[in-house]
């Protein structure tokens, strides 16, 4: 699975980086991306919450989200 690293980034750039990601996908195909600030969490939460793409979220460790994006 690819993974992108967004370590240190803040919002809005993450999400920017999904939504190129995303383009470049087919149905049914995920990639990772790993984040370090609870702003970009809450942000991919609130743009994604109407179901068009899956986001599972999981904190890894304290501070450190890895994100997997699935297009439907």
Known sequence: MKTIDSFGEMCP????????????MEP???????VDHSCVV???EDKYKDGKIDVQIDE?????????VTRR
């Open 13 to 24: 750039i993450p999400v920017l980086r999904i939504e190129e990601e995303i383009k470049s």
């Open 28 to 34: 049914g195909e995920s990639f990772m991306i790993v």
């Open 42 to 44: 809450a942000s991919i």
């Open 60 to 68: 890894v460790m304290n501070g450190v989200w890895e994100i997997v």
